[in-house]
């Protein structure tokens, strides 16, 4: 059986390796100056001088995080942009649209889980608790897929939020082998918008609105992967309202935002860039 059956998603995603942010950096200024359409990974894995598996998980963390294109491990827009301004991922900006991206793309099987059923259901979990939580997927995977990855995958991603650069977010906090909600840093108005812009084109296309309640509440929404409380969330709306490109709609029984035009998630971001002190 394959690792990742298709449209199944993918549940193999860190094999046991840290999100290191430093390779990531190092991967994206090998291929954000050149104009090939394609990369082969073996090229990758020589210029990173990792191992193939090392190498490997590295290009997963940067697609997932929509840095890199599928398969041809080409820069995306985005992935260009950060490299240009905030190239080892230290804005807080930067690594809150790239948890989003990243646990917001149901096909990323244990991150998707983590953002929309553990944190949010749990609050308060284990390692052994998370891995509980993917026992749905076990019948797309062979057994001893499954068996290898149901505690290793949890547990590394777990390790970003509390030892790596996600843990600038303030999303976890540990005690013990518990792990449970932290105070969360506030998201910046603009990486909310180039969310909510995101989450419009991967999940709801073709929308042109989108209610207040559905960016709190809806999986994979905002409000959701982020744990944005409704006091915040509305707050940056108020402040955004002013932004060309978007209006609040709060009146009689709408309770909504209107995407006025076709600003994509990454030109929201270089917006964020422009604009931080």
Request: charged share 25%; hydrophobic share 40%.
């Amino acid at each position: 059986m394959l690792e990742s059956p298709p449209n199944k998603g993918r549940f193999k995603l860190t094999n046991g390796y840290a999100i290191d942010f430093n390779n990531i950096a190092r991967l994206m200024d090998y291929i954000c100056p050149d104009n090939r359409t394609r990369f082969l990974q073996a090229e990758l894995t020589e210029a990173l001088g990792l191992s193939d598996a090392h190498s490997e998980a590295i290009f997963r963390f940067a697609e997932s995080m929509g840095l890199t294109q599928p398969k041809t491990s080409t820069p995306t827009m985005f992935g260009r942009l950060v490299t240009k301004e905030d190239k080892f991922f230290d804005d807080i900006g930067t690594l809150w649209f790239c948890h989003y991206v990243a646990a917001s793309n149901p096909q990323n099987i244990v991150w998707n889980c983590f953002a929309n059923k553990v944190i949010p259901v749990l609050q308060q979990f284990t390692i052994a608790q998370f891995s509980e939580a993917l026992e749905g997927y076990r019948p797309n995977f062979s057994a001893i897929f499954f068996n290898k990855f149901v505690i290793k995958e949890p547990k590394y991603l777990v390790k970003a939020y509390i030892d790596e650069n996600f843990a600038k977010l303030m999303l976890l906090r540990q005690e013990n082998d518990v792990y449970s909600l932290s105070y969360r840093e506030t998201i910046p108005p603009l990486v909310l918008l180039a969310c909510i812009a995101h989450f419009r084109d991967a999940l709801r296309p073709g929308d042109t609105s989108l209610s207040v309640s559905d960016l709190l509440n809806a999986p994979n929404s905002p409000g959701v992967v982020c744990q944005i409380p409704e006091d915040r969330l509305r707050s940056a709306l108020e402040e955004l309202k002013t932004q060309p490109g978007i209006s609040l709609e709060s009146r009689a029984d709408l309770d909504q935002i209107r995407l006025t035009d076709n600003t994509q998630n990454y030109q929201w971001m270089e917006r964020y860039y422009e604009r931080r002190g």
